[in-house]
């Protein structure tokens, strides 16, 4: 895997007017693949609006043209969220 | 049935079964990456499937939801098409099997989002943006496996040759449907040829156009797919859970 | 088996305040100024100074070689948990008994899924790869948390996960919210966060049967009685058995015992099993007042241990899942790097 499917770093733009910020890591054997499994493992509770996947060797980003079919699929799966189950009265420390 | 609940029941069920088989790779995919890849696709499918499930419910007017359409009717009574309930075959298959649905699906819902049903409209505005995102990945695959290996060229024509008969019955249009799917076609035949000449892949041509799915003649599969999915809600009828 | 730290008292906000408070002061103490330049020539001073200012290490300081080997079987051992940990869940998601149910359990598996990457990237950061480990738990050289070795029988099995053993892994998992490795700190804070929702939906599911059907019922306190003990196994082997526990409190890898998290565990279960309306299967659980803490019983110690040796009821089954769908899929991996490799040369012929 090391060599036939590199390490990338992975930046997540959290929010607009946020930097880019590490988030992790993932393997991928390209750039193209880096940048999807860069959004379903660093995004799915909505935490980007822009991605940048950084091999060894150069910077490849989502372009902001991407941005709504790339994001906005996390935007209805409230059920992620902790705060979507009842929590019946008198339980503590969940 | 009327026509607008029978074409939203079609839909819902497409959706359906297509998120069933696709969870069914869940710890089974052939990277780590990609299982949460297929999970998200198939939560997709999901919350296509339950938003169009309950619409559906609601046009018929028989005081049936989501659940009591997905969990109690037979598989005589599902009008998705067969192309959804083929079991999942190698990832190949899947991938020939989730390009052709996410190719037909987007210019569906791009249609929908425009139609004067409102309900309707939503959830295509908010589908064809989670089509384009599959269908992107099923290119991104379907490319890699065509233009990979020897072994993956292999596999991926067999999975193209497989499943394209199925892709016929995609285009006959329900009586009553806000959008006529044949309309589509062309757009489907566009994008498809696209990603199959980058992948080095062919077209089979063959005259089988398996169909039915629409009238709720399936094939085999389908009965054993809503046997394990539907076991558990029926076995506690009425029940909360 | 994890490790473990938690500040005594309850942060406000519950699991999520604490891991909130983690984060927290892993900012603060990286703002903190330790008074003392980078490190000299006295490497190991150095790394201790930084423990001791309760810094973090990050992956290209100096550390001893043991403090690496100890991390990467800690985090190594994780990740593993995480990824067969989805198989027992994963069981059901195909018999979800509504579509709502369907959604979160895909959801929350997928998670799992997520947690074991961003794990296995906080491990290779140590200098190992993630081809390696993956190796190491094919071949049985590394281990997984025991609980997976347990079927799951019903769908109040999947609740009883959510409450009892995601819960517990909770309890073990927010101190090392505040582990002294950079990597795997930060890693832990991303995983807590969401872990808080699967415990939750696994209590609601269960408050949901509890209150339901009285078949329904049956099968959730069916679920609690099998899945209570093998979850108090999951903080380890008591504090006498255990093994590297001083040498991981020291390097603040670990800050609380296996007994102590245990004790926890089961004062935070008592009045949830309460509201629930559940018995939990101990005779002789109760308040001791002059503990401040309830007595219980323990687990059955040489089951866990038979159960780590390979003789749980799926062991088997588990292993041989997952190197199936590895080995399946090797064919398509295989398949990716050669597509890029013709990539890069056509970018070079181009060039
Ligand atoms: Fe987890
Ligand atoms: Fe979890």
């Given at each position: 895997m090391s060599d036939s499917s590199p390490l990338w770093e992975v930046f997540v733009r959290a929010r607009r007017g946020l930097a880019h910020t590490h988030v992790g890591s993932l393997h991928a054997p390209d750039a193209e693949l880096a940048l999807r499994n860069a959004r379903d493992l660093y995004t799915r509770r909505q935490e980007g609006v822009s991605i940048w996947v950084v091999p060894a060797s150069g910077i490849t980003a989502s372009s902001p043209d991407e941005k709504d079919a790339f994001f906005d699929p996390a935007a209805d799966k409230v059920y992620r969220h902790p705060t979507f189950y009842e929590v019946p009265e008198g339980v503590a420390h969940l | 049935m009327n026509g607008p609940f029978a074409f939203t029941l079609a839909l819902g069920d497409d959706a359906l079964i297509a998120a069933q088989r696709l969870a069914e790779w869940t710890t089974r995919a052939p990277e780590m990456e990609e299982d949460i890849a297929l999970a998200n696709i198939a939560l997709d499918q999901l919350g296509a499937a339950r938003l169009l499930l309950s619409y559906a419910g609601e046009l018929e007017g028989a005081g049936r939801d989501e659940d009591a359409l997905a969990y109690l009717r037979d598989?005589?009574?599902?009008?998705?098409?067969?192309?959804?309930?083929?079991?999942?075959?190698?990832?190949?298959?899947?991938?020939?099997?989730?390009?052709?649905?996410?190719?037909?699906?987007?210019?569906?819902?791009?249609?929908?989002?425009?139609?004067?049903?409102?309900?309707?409209?939503?959830?295509?505005?908010?589908?064809?943006?989670?089509?384009?995102?599959?269908?992107?990945?099923?290119?991104?695959?379907?490319?890699?496996?065509?233009?990979?290996?020897?072994?993956?060229?292999?596999?991926?024509?067999?999975?193209?040759?497989?499943?394209?008969?199925?892709?016929?019955?995609?285009?006959?249009?329900?009586?009553?449907?806000?959008?006529?799917?044949?309309?589509?076609?062309?757009?489907?035949?566009?994008?498809?040829?696209?990603?199959?000449?980058?992948?080095?892949?062919?077209?089979?041509?063959?005259?089988?156009?398996?169909?039915?799915?629409?009238?709720?003649?399936?094939?085999?599969?389908?009965?054993?797919?809503?046997?394990?999915?539907?076991?558990?809600?029926?076995?506690?009828?009425?029940?909360?859970? | 088996m994890y490790g473990n730290d938690f500040s005594g008292e309850d942060a406000p906000g519950g699991l999520l305040g604490e891991v909130e408070a983690a984060e927290a002061a892993l900012r603060a103490a990286a703002e903190r100024d330790r008074g003392a330049a980078g490190p000299g020539e006295d490497l190991a001073a150095y790394f201790a100074q930084v423990i001791d200012a309760d810094q973090k290490i990050e992956p290209r300081d100096w550390m001893p070689e043991a403090y690496r080997r100890t991390l990467i079987r800690q985090i190594a051992q994780h990740a593993h948990s995480e990824i067969i940990g989805m198989q027992p869940e994963g069981n059901w998601i195909s018999r979800a008994p509504s579509l709502k149910r369907k959604a979160i359990l895909l959801a929350k598996v997928q998670d799992e899924a997520g947690h074991g990457l961003y794990l296995y990237a906080a491990a290779e950061t140590l200098g190992?790869?993630?081809?390696?480990?993956?190796?190491?738990?094919?071949?049985?050289?590394?281990?997984?948390?025991?609980?997976?070795?347990?079927?799951?029988?019903?769908?109040?099995?999947?609740?009883?996960?959510?409450?009892?053993?995601?819960?517990?892994?909770?309890?073990?998992?927010?101190?090392?919210?505040?582990?002294?490795?950079?990597?795997?700190?930060?890693?832990?804070?991303?995983?807590?966060?969401?872990?808080?929702?699967?415990?939750?939906?696994?209590?609601?599911?269960?408050?949901?049967?509890?209150?339901?059907?009285?078949?329904?019922?049956?099968?959730?306190?069916?679920?609690?009685?099998?899945?209570?003990?093998?979850?108090?196994?999951?903080?380890?082997?008591?504090?006498?058995?255990?093994?590297?526990?001083a040498q991981s409190m020291a390097w603040k890898i670990k800050r609380f015992s296996n007994d102590e998290l245990r004790q926890r565990f089961v004062d935070m279960c008592v009045g949830q099993a309460e509201v629930l309306g559940l018995t939990i299967p101990d005779p002789d659980l109760r308040w001791n007042d002059e503990r401040q803490a309830y007595d219980f019983t323990q687990p059955d110690y040489a089951e866990l241990m038979q159960v780590i040796s390979g003789n749980g009821p799926c062991n088997r089954e588990r292993m041989a899942h997952r190197r199936h769908a590895h080995t399946e899929g090797a064919w398509v991996r295989e398949a990716a790097a050669a597509y890029a490799a013709k990539q890069k040369n056509k970018e070079k012929v181009a060039a």
């Open positions: - | 598989d005589r009574e599902f009008r998705n098409c067969l192309l959804v309930e083929l079991p999942n075959g190698d990832f190949a298959v899947t991938m020939a099997k989730l390009l052709a649905l996410s190719a037909y699906q987007l210019p569906l819902y791009t249609a929908l989002a425009g139609c004067a049903d409102e309900r309707l409209a939503a959830i295509g505005a908010k589908a064809r943006k989670e089509s384009a995102y599959h269908l992107d990945h099923a290119a991104l695959w379907v490319k890699r496996l065509g233009d990979g290996t020897e072994e993956s060229h292999r596999r991926m024509q067999a999975g193209i040759d497989q499943v394209w008969p199925y892709v016929h019955e995609l285009f006959a249009a329900p009586p009553g449907a806000p959008v006529d799917p044949a309309t589509l076609r062309g757009d489907f035949d566009t994008t498809v040829a696209a990603v199959l000449a980058e992948a080095t892949l062919t077209l089979p041509d063959s005259g089988w156009a398996p169909g039915g799915g629409r009238d709720g003649v399936h094939t085999e599969h389908l009965s054993y797919l809503l046997a394990e999915m539907q076991v558990l809600a029926r076995a506690h009828p009425g029940a909360r859970w | 190992i790869s993630r081809d390696e480990l993956v190796d190491l738990l094919l071949n049985g050289r590394q281990k997984y948390s025991s609980i997976f070795n347990y079927p799951t029988l019903t769908w109040a099995d999947v609740g009883a996960i959510g409450w009892l053993v995601d819960g517990a892994a909770i309890v073990n998992q927010v101190p090392l919210c505040r582990c002294s490795y950079g990597p795997y700190a930060r890693a832990m804070i991303r995983v807590c966060k969401e872990e808080s929702f699967h415990q939750r939906q696994g209590y609601e599911i269960l408050h949901v049967l509890a209150h339901g059907t009285p078949a329904q019922k049956a099968m959730a306190q069916d679920a609690l009685d099998r899945w209570w003990y093998p979850s108090l196994a999951m903080f380890g082997p008591p504090d006498g058995d255990s093994t590297h526990s």
